[in-house]
């Protein structure tokens, strides 16, 4: 193959060669490996702090530089964890009503079959979107890889949208298809519970000091925040009165656990404050107060006695609001959290790195105890 | 075969820049665009996907002891730095397409025809190591020039190092040298010197790095964290929450439905 970047050499050019004896090729000179056509990188710096390890000698830095690398996804991402939390939660519901509802219920579970495979349909569409290439979220699927929380997550999603549609195809009708179309809900709706909650492990199992911060509490948001997002969007769409009690009870229970686990994940962040600095300040810290004033909001307006329908729709739409701009804020705020060193290493010293993990350990290589925070040296 | 890997001993590296040359020259990577960050002589920044070796120029106003200066209280140190092909990698644990793998010479290596660009290993990595190229968005790192060890070659870094800042080798041996250069270093006065990421005692987090390093600082100065956790050990707990909160969702869900149920009565 030639390449375009192949100097014509002249005639003079190639006598003096001859002459020199030289057999150098001007063509070795040319990238042409696979990592080769390569923008060149942009270098970024935390905000806020001044490039010098002399500024603050107690907590040095390398002249402010992240110390590890911001997640590169899209908001196409954060959009995937309310679609996917929402399909999710309401496939669960879906089951429960086919389960322990009676025959007046049977619209409502119809419906949740809906708006369930339309979630997983989006969600498999954001995720792709992410990805570049349809051909790429097929790849997901190329091995089963139980320590990554996205492998695991691919499958779910893959299972239960595929579950989810066959059920909608064949519930409905009589005979040996329609049990196996309701068994493929069933199994959907079970798929449907991890696919709620296994977005908050695969952010918590990166090195995004927010995200690690609140891996005991953050799948109990979501999925709680899941609950209420997935109540609200059933709600918001026409239903009967008797559907709208079942639905309230869902979303009020979703609602009242999303407020609690909140708190929780933000005090979980609160342990440093380097590493919750992007849920009090910047665009992210702005996301995350709407996101707790439209779920106080949105649990007031549902709690008033004698409520009209404007209240109840209201109280759906920031119910809604809220979870969106939870995920936003909680993204933003990882990305936030990783171009900020002091983040990483704060919450290290403070004993939340490997020693969080690993409670026994306390021997050195060189046979010294191990403190955590480890041992300052000077 | 065998566990192969890096010795970096900081306290001889000058900071020439020749592992970073050689390093682009043999994996056909392009250059970082000559740009000046305009706060170190430090032009390259940090590893990425087209920087698979980075000298950190690391200025402190304070003194070595046994080098003298033409300042009072200043010191240079540089490191030469390099993914770390951790014992317990935290990107081949995340990847989810099996692109990352473990080599016969016990390298993390990722094969550029199976990555996915999903971009999990890059938030997964406790160093900040991998990094995506931006046109295509696939993961790219240091592969300890895999396509060399296979030929019994040394990596184009070890190489190509004037003063042995790098050195590459049997882990073992690696691990006697950078001993043996401890207690020479505090022998004669640089009581400060350590290893980093030795091994599973010395960084449990990682297991131990096949990539170790020599530092006379607290690691925070040249930019490594202090006490990395591959994130999957985490993982466990975060399981239990999502079992515990689906627990929750199905009494929520089964709940509301009898509720509802029983209004209607």
């Known amino acids: 193959m030639s390449s375009p970047h192949e100097p014509t050499a002249s005639l003079l050019d190639q006598l003096q060669r001859r002459a020199d004896g030289r057999n150098v090729d001007p063509t070795l000179g040319v990238l042409t490996g696979e990592g080769a056509q390569q923008r060149v990188k942009t270098l970024e710096r935390a905000p806020g702090i001044r490039p010098s390890l002399a500024a603050s ?21 954060p959009t995937y964890l309310y679609v996917g939390g929402v399909a999710g939660a309401t496939s669960v519901l879906g089951l429960a009503v086919e389960l322990a509802g009676g025959r007046r219920l049977r619209q409502l579970a119809r419906r949740c079959l809906w708006v369930g495979t339309a979630g997983d349909l989006v969600s498999a569409g954001l995720l792709t979107y992410d990805l570049g290439r349809p051909a790429r979220f097929l790849n997901m699927l190329r091995v089963f890889r139980p320590t990554s929380p996205m492998s695991i997550g691919s499958w779910v999603l893959a299972g ?28 959907a709706a079970v798929l449907g519970l991890p ?19 609140m891996h005991r509490t953050l799948p109990l948001f979501f999925m709680a925040s899941a609950t209420a997002a997935a109540g609200s969007l059933l709600s918001l769409l026409p239903h ?50 709407t996101s ?41 705020g990882g990305k936030a959290s990783a171009r900020n060193p002091q983040a990483t290493f704060q919450a290290q010293r403070r004993g939340l790195g490997a020693a969080e993990a690993i409670a026994n350990h306390t021997l050195a290589s060189d046979g010294r105890p191990l403190s955590f925070p480890l041992r300052v040296l000077r | 075969m065998g566990q192969k ?39 390259t920044g940090a590893l990425g996907a087209s920087t698979w070796r980075h000298v950190a120029f690391v200025e402190r106003p304070v003194p070595l002891p046994g080098v003298s200066t033409a300042i009072a209280d200043f010191s240079w140190l540089m490191l030469s730095d390099v993914c770390k092909h951790c014992q317990r990698a935290a990107c081949l644990e995340a990847c989810p397409t ?18 996915n660009g999903c971009g999990y290993c890059v938030a997964a990595c406790p160093f900040g190591v991998v990094a995506r190229r931006e046109d295509d968005g696939r993961a790219w790192k240091c592969t300890l020039c895999y396509d060399r060890l296979g030929e019994g070659l040394t990596p184009a870094c070890a190489k190509a190092c004037p003063t042995e800042s790098i050195v590459y080798g049997d882990l ?36 131990g790095l096949n990539a170790f390093f020599l530092l006379v600082d607290r690691p925070e100065v040249y930019n490594l964290p202090p006490d990395p956790v591959v994130p999957t050990m985490k993982a466990k707990e975060s399981w239990t929450a999502v079992a515990l909160g689906a627990l929750g969702m199905a009494a929520v869900a089964l709940g509301a439905v009898w509720l509802g149920e029983e209004a209607r009565r």
């Not at chain 1, 695969?202 to 995004?208: G, I």
């Open chain 1, 57 to 77: 000698p107690a907590s040095p830095s390398y002249h402010g530089l992240p110390v590890i690398k911001e997640p590169v996804w899209i908001a196409a991402i």
């Open chain 1, 160 to 187: 239960s949208g595929g579950l989810n549609t066959l059920a909608l195809l064949l519930s409905h009708r009589r005979g040996v298809p329609g049990k196996v179309g309701r068994a493929a809900g069933a199994g």
């Open chain 1, 195 to 213: 696919l709620s909650g296994y977005t908050a492990v695969l952010l918590t199992n990166t090195a995004v000091p927010l995200w690690q911060s």
């Open chain 1, 240 to 289: 009967a009165r008797h559907e709208a009690r079942v639905l309230r009870a869902f979303g009020l229970a979703g609602k009242v656990a999303s407020l609690a686990a909140g708190l929780a994940v933000e005090r979980d962040a609160e342990r440093v404050t380097e590493v919750a600095r992007p849920l009090r300040e910047g665009v992210s810290g702005a996301l995350w107060r």
């Open chain 1, 292 to 332: 707790k004033a439209c779920a106080v909001a949105g649990l007031v307006l549902d709690l008033l006695p004698r409520r009209r329908r404007w209240a109840r729709v209201a109280a759906d739409v920031l119910t809604t609001v809220g979870a969106v701009s939870a995920r936003f804020a909680l993204f933003e």
């Open chain 2, 5 to 43: 890997g890096f010795f970096t001993d900081t306290t001889v590296c000058i900071g020439c820049k020749a592992c970073e040359v050689a390093c682009k020259q043999w994996n056909q990577l392009p250059d970082d665009g000559f740009h000046f960050t305009g706060m170190s002589y430090d032009n």
């Open chain 2, 98 to 115: 099996g692109a990352i793998i473990r080599t016969e010479f016990d390298t993390v290596y990722v094969q550029p025809d199976v990555c």
């Open chain 2, 172 to 207: 073992e041996a690696l691990h006697a040298r950078a001993e043996a250069r401890v207690q020479s270093l505090h022998a004669r006065g640089l009581k400060d010197a350590y290893l980093y990421g030795k091994d599973a005692a010395n960084q449990p987090g990682t297991g």
